[in-house]
């Protein structure tokens, strides 16, 4: 069994040895050495920074749920944004025909060779 956890002197607990719930646990008060107004001293202050913290992760948990808030609406924006101008991209595409789209290739191809032949005589 694990050892009897210590708080201070005069108290200490060990686990149940009946078959109750395992979760369960003894406090057994030594007399001598009770000093209960500073154990209990000692758990108010404990249990108000346990509180604190507790606060602190709640303020910052609401801030990060408002912040991600934010990010899904400027995400959903963008995503209707982009929508939009594929929508327009398309509509100019099918309105203009595809001859950019060749004119493009031809600029393409024109530049390589270009860059080609640039190499090619600059080696000489």
């Known amino acids: 069994m694990a050892a009897p956890y210590r708080s201070r002197d005069g108290l200490s607990t060990r686990p149940v040895a009946y078959g109750g719930n395992s979760d369960e646990i003894q406090l057994r008060i030594d007399p001598m ?3 209960f107004d500073e154990e209990v001293s000692g758990l108010r202050k404990q249990v108000r920074k346990l509180r604190d913290v507790a606060q602190e992760i709640e303020t910052e948990a609401k801030f990060q749920n408002d912040f991600l808030n934010q990010l899904q609406m400027t995400l959903i924006k963008a ?8 929508r327009r991209l398309n509509r100019s595409i099918i309105r203009e025909g595809s001859s950019h789209v060749v004119h493009v290739v031809l600029f393409a191809l024109l530049l390589f060779f270009v860059v080609y032949f640039l190499s090619k005589f600059s080696r000489r």
């Open 33 to 35: 050495h009770a000093d």
């Open 79 to 86: 995503q209707a944004g982009v929508k939009n101008n594929m």
